[in-house]
């Protein structure tokens, strides 16, 4: 296996904005009453996160529901050729451009079809999920399947939490990850610092620091990770950070979420102490996120907790999923209720109500 092939190719304008770092919501799926998809509301959605400021989208994500790939329901194709062609009509009429994300699982026959029909979609990369192996399954395996859907696709290498499917992936899967030229970035969301620094350290030792981007997936430490610079004692200069985030906290309240990571950046460039009020406002993030993923009950309610914040701002139309069994834990809407009040300052619930009515047209 030549782990340094780059089949897909990465040319320099998409490396330099993914480097830059952006706000990239991950794509929640709009249902109609009836549980079918309702595109007029996922219209308005794509046209919020791209007003609002977001630098991607990714879509056919954890978020999306990984059961579009259902036979039963078939959406996986009609949602990302949709969105694919609702961002390309919103970004011609608004003079702006956006980095199209497609989320890739499955083994790999079923990764390879996905990353086909994505770029003929014209989706710029693929966020791969590995949940499909086993963790009986070697490195070797693991990294074959990354390198072979790089050879169709620029990958975004994916840390999953284990508590909804990830696996756990070793400092020597990162490390040969980070070889591989079709690599774009890596999104880190194990919700676990010592995992976290594993990516990190991989990233700087494959001597790939500032080339492969590193996005936060942790939505329990969004602030945190942005704000630090990892040092880690390898003498990386300047230290390396984590620039962006592609996250489901930032698929609600995004306008915000925009400002946050301007703040974070220019912090960044000139330098000195993290104000407190930002890390502050971190743990107000961390407890908002808590309700809406239902920390409480092991994130059974995340994906309906995110559809009961855009409802509540007018963005879909009711916090369905597909499957009827998913929906907001006991307690749940309460908890909701309460970091809604708590942290007006984390909502942009202004910003929905002028547009709104665009964006649904």
Known sequence: MDASKDGAGIGPDLRDRFCRGMVIPAMPLALDAERRFDERHQAALIRYYIDAGAGGLAVGVHTTQFTIREPAYGLFEPVLRYASTVVDDWCQRTGVSIV???????????????????????????????????????????????????????????????????????????RALAEIDGLLGIKIAPFNRYQT?????????????????????????????????????????????????????????????????????????????????????GACLTDANGAIFDVAHQFAGCIPGIHEVLRRQGLLAGN??????????????????????????????????????????
């Open 100 to 174: 199209k994300i497609a989320g890739i699982c499955g083994l790999t026959p079923q990764a390879l079809k996905e990353a086909r029909f994505a770029k003929q979609c014209g989706y710029q990369a693929g966020l791969v999920s590995m949940s499909a192996f086993s963790s009986a399954d070697s490195l070797e395996q693991l990294l074959a399947h990354c390198c072979a859907v790089a050879e169709v696709l620029p990958i975004i290498g994916f840390y999953l939490q284990p508590a909804v499917g990830g696996l756990r992936l070793p400092y020597a899967f990162w």
């Open 320 to 361: 369905w999923c597909l499957d009827p069994e998913e929906t907001l834990s006991v307690g749940q809407c309460a908890e909701i209720d309460r970091v809604w009040a708590a942290y007006p300052e984390l909502r942009d619930d202004a910003f929905v109500a002028q547009h709104l009515g665009r964006w649904l047209a």
């Open 197 to 281: 620094l594993d990516v990190i350290r991989a990233v700087c030792d494959a001597g790939r620091a500032g080339e492969v981007a590193l996005y936060t997936g942790n939505d329990d430490h969004i602030v945190g990770d942005l704000v630090t610079a990892f040092d880690l004692g390898m003498q990386t200069r300047p230290p390396v950070r984590i620039v962006g985030g592609l996250l489901g906290q930032w698929a609600v309240w995004t306008r915000q979420a925009v400002a946050l990571l301007r703040e974070v950046h220019a912090l960044a460039a000139r330098g000195g102490d993290i104000p407190q009020a930002l890390l502050a406002r």
